[in-house]
């Protein structure tokens, strides 16, 4: 909180942070992550986001498949076949 890295406008740094937060289940960076995850659409920040989320099991699952539902249709196809991978466990 002191830095304010759940509200960074500066994609790289949120990116990071919410790699990070997620890695660690901090619940707290879940709806920042949602609102990272439903404006950006580039393969580099996406996959990898969702990759951390299904990496943390009955935790992260439930949320990237959640989110993923609504958030798939806006992807590039090239983004949505990388995250489509990862939750089928590619």
Same mark, same amino acid.
């Given at each position: 909180?002191?830095?304010?890295?759940?509200?960074?406008? &500066?994609?790289?740094?949120?990116?990071?942070?919410?790699?990070?937060?997620?890695? &660690?289940?901090?619940?707290?960076?879940?709806?920042? $992550?949602?609102?990272?995850?439903? !404006?950006?659409?580039?393969?580099?920040?996406?996959?990898?986001?969702?990759? $951390?989320?299904?990496?943390? /099991?009955?935790? /992260?699952?439930?949320?990237?498949?959640?989110?993923?539902?609504?958030?798939?249709?806006?992807?590039?196809?090239? !983004?949505?076949?990388?995250?489509?991978?990862?939750?089928? /466990? /590619?």
């Amino acid at each position: 909180r002191a830095f304010g890295l759940s509200q960074s406008g &500066n994609a790289e740094v949120l990116f990071a942070w919410l790699r990070l937060a997620l890695g &660690n289940r901090y619940q707290p960076a879940v709806a920042p $992550t949602e609102r990272f995850l439903s !404006t950006m659409g580039r393969r580099k920040f996406v996959a990898p986001l969702f990759q $951390t989320l299904w990496a943390q /099991g009955d935790w /992260g699952r439930p949320i990237a498949q959640r989110l993923y539902q609504r958030v798939r249709p806006s992807y590039h196809p090239v !983004t949505s076949s990388a995250v489509d991978a990862i939750l089928r /466990g /590619g």
